[in-house]
């Protein structure tokens, strides 16, 4: 796995040898690229000659008060990340897009553009991702100089424009408000018949600028803070915030409190697979398949409560360690309760694997092949449904993953099928998760105290979410507030595969293909 | 035919109107019921004893809320369609032999199954009309819907329907009841489950309920109605499923007749047909529970390319063996 990534660095320093792309190690991930304005492109090109599996993981944009930061986060194949930092003047900041050479990165480089005002010079989207359409087209609310009060909004633009032209294309609205997205977002469907010919994405209506309002909240509150980004990954958001600051605080948590995240992050797992196995019923009409799993789902929050006495948003970790132990006398209980749930396992994999009509719903719809999952950057089981082994767990273990074995799933066929099937085997890898974590539980603390205060530094890390991927950057000014809270939710890094694949499908299919990708709006929109 | 009391009784009362209303609602608690114990819920429990009055606390609750009609729905079409598919369900039912005859005295004649189902397949584009009139593009969608399904179904389950006819060698419902010596489902089994399909397609229901697919199209038809006219738009439907079970009893399971018969026969012919009913509406509801929902290319599919033969073959078999070998067995 190393050898890999040692490869990448060596690879990247001899090919940058004397040029002005300086390559430094152990920087940021596995290492950090200084590049500017066109040569980033050049050390992507490297990247992903080098391995088939290099993809984007996010594209973070930071106002670093003289110019503007645009630092691209590249996962390697098994190797974690690679940052590539350029900058960009302030006034009339510009940069070359890189969707040409990795079309996933289009989507990333939109919503930079919205809101830190960089021109991304070939991107093939034009208009807003974001912000509302009415926003002042001068005011980039990410910018440290942005002034927020008193807006002068545009008038908005009037409603919808039917599409000219193509005189047998409708354009069916879905969104913001739609029983088929239990969140608002909005996707304009042009349908010709029921067969869908194209869709443009438009998010943002429910966002909060976490991102922001991170940089006025202290480290400690920003714990909190992130967790409440989504309901259901909450334990996500704030391991892989806390671990960023222990990155930069050089903290070592105890074991014991790293078995404690684990179980917890597990239990989100759950949680939320039980959740999208149960509503992917509900999407395709079958009523009775969506009333048993999220029954079954109702212990799996018992034990959340158990654990950390709530039932949804645990609140459980902090800098440092975990802020409440397991009790031994609860550790039956709970071996009970997740015993109960692997009993009704094979009922559940049974319709999954062999339902005549569920298959019909599910098998061929919304096909994602391989080379798309990876020229998108899709993350999660979406990606492994298309056979792509990436699985931050085994590729760059966090907590106690190193030391837990369990499998990867995959599957190959790439459908809305596979997909759910997937995360259908998950569930059963997740129980052995935390079973074994219960049995091997190291003795000792579950915190230690670490500093409010956190030096200047700057750290990334990525967690396996229910849904994929999850990415933070953090950087640090030296004081108790963080200067850039950078999160990329696995959802956003998605919705391509969505746009992809929804094209040519019927639009029955919609949903079911939509649901399959397990979308949190919330999670997108922070 | 006189219009005297007796005659109103019968129309208005038992068997006629309101008994079908109330029965109708009936059904709908059972279907609830049912559907709610095999999905582990507990279904309607507050209105009345196990919750028996929700449906009708359903209807008197949206009898009462605002009624708005959309600026640029069809006005007259959009306010009128939902009452008249209503009436003309119900009169359609007020033809069948409930207790042992029909709830308007004397109205049947040889030929009225023809004529029923041509009643139930105006309802159905009434429905249509409803939801094309509501200028919403769900509700469009939602009717276009309605009707690429019932008109592809409408021609299997007018083959299969002809099988029992044959059978009791009448076209009228009354002599099709009258005629089972024994009952059709034990002599044309197939012909029984592959109407029972086609007629879970008919009612829209799972695997067929594609008009009702609110992760697709909203609320279909439905979609921009609300208050009186949903409730009865709401009605239509559950009267809907009663007429096709009822249909079902009739042709298939002997009708109102009952091996138990003494004292007072309308009172056993009633019972029975509600009985069967009942059976046909368990059935029918266990069939929703189990599957998930098709898509329409598939529905379209299966009705044109599986159904429509093996309707054909069904009542090919049924003809043969009634020409055949069922007369050696009387």
């Not at chain 1, 510009?94 to 930079?112: C, K």
């Not at chain 1, 976490?210 to 992130?226: F, G, I, N, P």
């Not at chain 2, 006219?229 to 709401?234: D, G, P, Q, S, T």
Request: proline share 6%; aromatic share 10%; hydrophobic share 45%.
């Amino acid at each position: 796995m190393s050898n890999t990534a040692i490869d990448i660095v060596d690879i990247l320093q001899t090919k940058f040898k004397d040029t002005l792309v300086q390559v430094q190690p152990a920087q940021l991930g596995k290492a950090t690229v200084l590049a500017n304005s066109s040569t980033h492109r050049d050390v992507l090109k490297v990247l992903l000659e080098a391995d088939e599996r290099t993809a984007v993981s996010a594209i973070t944009g930071i106002d670093l008060i003289t110019t503007i930061g645009v630092f691209y986060h590249i996962r390697t194949a098994k190797g974690g990340i690679i940052t590539i930092k350029t900058e960009v003047p302030k006034e009339g900041p510009r940069i070359n897009t890189i969707s040409d050479l990795i079309p996933g990165a289009a989507f990333h480089e939109m919503e930079v553009a919205d809101l830190l005002g960089v021109v991304f010079v070939g991107n093939p989207s034009s208009g807003r991702l974001v912000l509302p359409d009415n926003w002042p087209d001068d005011v980039f609310p990410l910018r440290k100089d942005a002034k927020l009060d008193n807006l002068k909004m545009k008038d908005a633009p009037s409603g919808e424009t039917e599409p000219s032209g193509e005189t047998n294309t409708v354009k069916i609205i879905v969104g913001p408000q739609h029983p088929a997205l239990l969140e608002p977002e909005k996707f304009a469907l042009k349908v010709e018949g029921e067969i869908v010919k194209g869709v443009e994405p438009r998010i943002g209506y429910v966002h909060r600028g976490v991102e922001k309002a991170a940089e006025s909240r202290t480290y400690l509150q920003d714990v909190y803070l992130v967790e409440r980004i989504c309901g259901i990954c909450n334990t996500c958001h704030a391991s892989c915030f806390v671990e960023t600051v222990e990155k930069i605080l050089k903290t070592e948590v105890p074991p014991r409190a790293k078995y404690i995240r684990t179980i917890l992050l597990e239990l989100n797992r759950l949680h939320s697979h039980l959740l999208t196995l149960g509503h992917a019923g509900l999407e395709i009409g079958y009523e009775t398949l969506f009333q048993y799993f999220w029954r079954d789902r109702e212990p799996i929050m018992d034990i959340t409560e158990i654990i950390t006495g709530n039932r949804v948003i645990s609140s459980s970790l902090t800098v440092g360690g975990v802020r409440s132990d397991i009790n031994e006398t609860d550790i039956p209980k709970i071996k009970t309760m997740l015993a109960n749930l692997r009993k009704r396992l094979p009922f559940y994999k049974r319709i999954y694997a062999d339902e005549p009509s569920l298959k019909m719903r599910m098998r061929n719809v919304g096909t994602l092949k391989r080379a798309d999952a990876l020229a998108l950057c899709i993350v999660g089981p979406t990606a492994r449904g298309s056979g792509v082994d990436i699985d931050v767990r085994k590729d760059e273990p966090y907590e106690a993953y190193g030391e837990i074995p369990f499998k990867v799933i995959t599957r190959d066929s790439g459908d809305t099928w596979a997909r759910m099937n997937v995360r259908m085997d998950e569930v059963e890898e997740s129980i052995n998760i935390i079973e074994y974590a219960l049995d091997h539980l190291p003795t000792g603390p579950f915190r230690v105290r670490a500093p409010r205060v956190v030096p200047a530094g700057e750290a990334v890390n990525r967690v396996e979410a229910p849904r994929g991927e999850l990415f933070y950057y953090v950087k640090s000014n030296g004081t108790a507030y963080p200067e850039r809270v950078k999160v990329r939710t696995p959802t956003f890094a998605n919705i391509p595969a969505f746009l992809k694949t929804a094209i040519g499908g019927n639009i029955a299919d919609v949903p079911a293909n939509f649901v399959s990708l397990d979308p949190c709006f919330s999670c997108t929109d922070r | 035919m006189a219009l005297d009391a007796f005659f109103f009784i019968r129309v208005l009362i038992f068997p006629g109107f309101t008994f079908i209303l109330f029965f109708t609602m009936f059904c709908d608690w059972v279907e609830r019921k049912i559907e709610a114990r095999m999905q582990n819920r507990v279904g309607p429990a507050v209105a009345g004893p196990h919750g028996i009055l929700q449906p009708l606390a359903d209807f008197m609750k949206l009898l009462t809320k605002e009624d708005i009609v959309p600026l640029d729905a069809k006005q007259i079409l959009f306010k009128v369609s939902p009452i008249i598919s209503f009436s003309v369900l119900v009169f359609a039912m007020s033809l069948l032999p409930i207790d042992g005859s029909s709830a308007i005295p004397d109205a049947s004649f040889s030929g009225d199954l023809i004529f029923i189902m041509a009643l139930v397949t105006i309802a159905n584009f009434l429905l249509f009309l409803s939801g094309w009139a509501s200028s919403n593009p769900y509700g469009s969608i939602g009717a276009t819907r309605v009707l690429t399904q019932f008109l592809g179904y409408d021609i299997p389950l007018m083959i299969l329907a002809l099988g029992p006819a044959f059978l009791a060698g009448s076209l009228s419902i009354a002599g099709i009841a009258a005629g089972q010596f024994l009952p059709f489902i034990v002599l044309a089994p197939w012909a029984f489950v592959l109407f029972v399909i086609t007629l879970q397609a008919e009612l829209e229901k799972d695997p067929f309920d594609i008009p009702h697919a609110d992760s697709e199209v909203v609320g279909g038809l439905e979609t921009e109605y609300c208050g009186g006219k949903l409730a009865f738009l709401h009605l239509t439907r559950d009267v809907q499923i009663v007429f096709g079970a009822a249909l079902v009893v009739e042709l298939f399971l002997g009708g109102p007749y009952g091996p138990v018969f003494f004292g007072v026969p309308e009172f056993w012919y009633t019972l029975w047909f509600v009985l069967k009913l009942l059976v046909v509406v368990v059935i029918s509801e266990y069939l929703t529970t189990l599957f998930a929902r098709l898509r329409i290319d598939q529905v379209v599919t299966a009705n044109w390319k599986i159904l429509l033969p093996l309707s054909l073959a069904a009542f090919a078999l049924t003809v043969a063996l009634g020409v055949w070998v069922y007369p050696m067995l009387v």
